[in-house]
């Protein structure tokens, strides 16, 4: 999934796109999208959804699931996700990681940036770095 999307329609469906085994609030989607307005609305709970990452290789799930700690409204760099991850030397590969992340909200990758404190890339593309720094702001992370 790369954000920013045309519509809401669109980005409404692509929370169907297989990614979402299971919500712990609700049966269906609709939790999931409570879950997404809720965080656009300044919720700080994370979302609450098993993942089905069957068709990612261990390394990007071992990478999103140490993305998945970072809390909000804080950021870490590669080098700290590639460590967390068990390969302190793949602070590249973490990049190529998180731009093949197919829930970018939910394994939050906006909160990656590069060891000198610029934002880095977002959503498969250096150049969408407006989408990764508004989405720091308004978490309340200025860098």
Not at 31 to 45: A, E, P, S
Not at 68 to 96: D, F, H, T
Not at 119 to 126: K, L
């Amino acid at each position: 999934m790369n954000l920013p999307v045309a519509d809401k329609k669109e980005a409404l469906a692509l929370l169907g796109t297989g990614h979402v085994a299971d919500l712990d609030k609700s049966d269906s989607m609709d939790g999931l999208r409570r879950q997404v307005l809720d965080y656009f609305k300044g919720g700080k709970d994370g979302f609450h959804c098993r993942l089905d990452l069957s068709g990612a290789t261990i390394f990007q799930r071992r990478i999103w699931r140490a993305t998945g700690e970072i809390p909000y409204g804080q950021v870490r760099s590669y080098k700290w996700v590639a460590e967390k991850a068990g390969n302190p030397l793949a602070g590249r590969a973490v990049g190529q990681a998180l731009a093949a992340n197919p829930l970018p909200l939910i394994i939050p990758c906006h909160r990656v940036i590069r060891s000198d404190g610029k934002p880095g890339g977002f959503g498969g593309s250096a150049g969408d770095v407006k989408t990764k720094l508004m989405l720091l702001e308004m978490e309340g992370c200025r860098i």
